[in-house]
């Protein structure tokens, strides 16, 4: 079966000789999701606007204003990039001892009746 996007990381597929693809909607608008998030402005190619930046972020003090800034940001990059998505709940929490921020991101596609949850660990540079 075809795919419809690629899947990243780029990775070669073991029974073609193509990349792994997402295979699903769901699969893919997760992906576009956490690519917004993890992307820094001016990063993109022609689009210096796109990205949360979250990671910029975490170099800051760590308060009660920085998970307020990240899911405003992340709020703003999704109704801006991607407006077809509702966020139904967005959270981020701290671990400043570590330099962590845990994102909890739940969200709705009306034209799809989809609704799913995408969590993320960012530390600095790597997300797990």
């Known amino acids: 079966m075809p795919g ?3 899947k990243l990381p780029l ?3 073991t029974t073609e000789l193509t990349y792994t693809t997402n295979k699903n909607l769901t699969e893919s ?3 576009n999701v956490k690519n917004l ?4 402005p001016g990063e993109k190619v ?3 606007n796109f990205g949360a930046g979250v990671r910029r972020l975490l170099f800051e003090n760590a308060d009660q204003g920085t998970s307020v800034r990240i899911v405003e940001s992340i709020s703003n990059q999704i109704s ?14 701290l671990d400043p001892d ?8 739940t969200y709705y596609v009306t034209s799809l009746s989809l609704s799913d949850t995408l969590s993320l660990e960012i530390v600095r540079n790597n997300y797990l």
């Open 46 to 48: 022609f689009d210096a």
């Open 29 to 31: 608008i997760q992906q």
């Open 4 to 6: 419809i996007s690629p």
């Open 80 to 93: 801006e990039y991607m407006p077809f998505i509702k966020i139904e709940d967005l959270q981020a929490n």
């Open 37 to 40: 998030i993890l992307t820094s």
């Open 98 to 105: 570590n330099n962590k921020v845990y994102i909890t991101l």
């Open 11 to 13: 990775s070669m597929a």
